[in-house]
Nanobody, 124 residues
């Protein structure tokens, strides 16, 4: 059974940084794409960034380009989301999800396994 587990959330001041981790287990990690989504109160769950099968197959929404970086460590079965210059509008529950497609899509329906989420709060 494939499982993904997020960690690394917390409270940070505007302009601060956090690194989220998504640990994957139960399958051949290199053949799963990983997507990061976030959901703010009262809003839909939105795609933020993703990592496909290859090291250079990373994807970002426009609002986080230049601030967020996705990386994957196949030896540790983990994908990281490094978040810099965080702003209050980045406050949300962040989820990672694993899918069997080579590319990380922005459609939640293309992911088969979801974590429970980790809270990120950006506030002074």
């Amino acid at each position: 059974q494939v499982q993904v587990l997020e960690s690394g959330g917390g409270l940070v001041q505007p302009g601060g940084s956090l690194r989220l981790s998504c640990a994957h287990s139960g399958g051949t990690f290199r053949y799963y794409s990983i997507g990061w989504f976030r959901q703010a109160p009262g809003k839909e769950r939105d795609f933020v960034a993703g990592s496909g099968w290859g090291d250079e197959m990373t994807y970002y929404v426009e609002s986080v380009k230049g601030r967020f970086t996705v990386s994957r460590d196949n030896a540790k079965n983990t994908v990281y989301l490094q978040m810099m210059n965080l702003q209050p509008e980045d406050t949300a529950v962040y989820y990672c999800a694993a899918g069997k497609l080579p590319f990380a899509r922005d459609d939640p329906g293309t992911y088969d396994y979801w974590g429970h989420g980790t809270q990120v709060t950006v506030s002074s």
